[in-house]
């Protein structure tokens, strides 16, 4: 696989997203355990976690956490530890009955941190992401625990999402080298992130495609909606969400898709976007689909 570089790493030019990785009793622990060791053998390093991520329908407020620890144990059962970038987030947090809520007060960024670092088991986080904006807190007061964090040496990389340009230019005048990347959705349905794109391009900053796949799931949408993915596809012999993954790698040399996976021939098929060169009249296509 391609590799691209994030912060002061090479990756993987495809991700894998873990935000539907559970144990619940839908997804047996054995088709995880594969599903990594395919991502690993396919060239997949970027792993994208966050505190937030668990089953909250089944677990609640429990399911804070639970999806780091999760990947945690794969990885240390694999012996993996050493083959991969374990990205994860903060800020937001789970409540009963599985929803969402924001805290990004400096208290709780602090506490997350430290809580990551527990379950994840390590002494420094390799890249720790600011989830998203919180309506309560001014960004200039979260971008100042961000450099706090970023200065205590718990964390290797400081990584922003679901930021706007202006968001992300004013942290990196703060945080400096300290900011490697902006995780934002992106996808052939979601392409408001062009913006953040460039003024990740300008600004020598990763940019993570999050549900890169969107708009690509429901047939008659990918028919209606994004008929030159299901064309080139077929012209090409390779799913739609190849050439999609394919599509937004051409966007920009800075740009890291991090597709979720369950099953080892998702993220297989994802992975070999990496390898699929799409010609300047098939980008014009899809830019227009």
Known sequence: MQTRTLGRQEVGAIGLGLMTFDQTGTQPRQQLVDTVTAALDAGVTLFDTADA????????????????RL???ILDELGARDR?????????????GGGWDTDSSAAHLHRAVDASLQRLGVEQLSLWQHHRPDPDVPYDEVIGTLK????????AHVGLSNANPQQIRDAHAVLGDALV????EFSPKFRSSRPEIDVCEELGLAFLPWSPLGGLSDAKEL????????EIAADRGVSAQQVALAWELAQSPVVIPIPG?????????SAAASELELTADELERLDAS
């Open 71 to 73: 990947i945690a144990s």
């Open 53 to 68: 991520y668990g089953p909250g329908e089944e677990l609640g407020a429990d399911a804070q956490g639970a999806n780091e």
């Open 181 to 184: 990347s902006v995780q934002n």
């Open 148 to 155: 706090e964090i970023a200065d205590s040496g718990k964390v």
């Open 223 to 230: 028919a209606d909606r994004h008929p030159a993915f299901a």
């Open 261 to 269: 996976a369950k099953r080892p021939s998702s993220i297989l098929d």
């Open 84 to 96: 991969v970038l374990l990205a994860t987030k903060g800020g937001h947090v789970r409540t009963e």
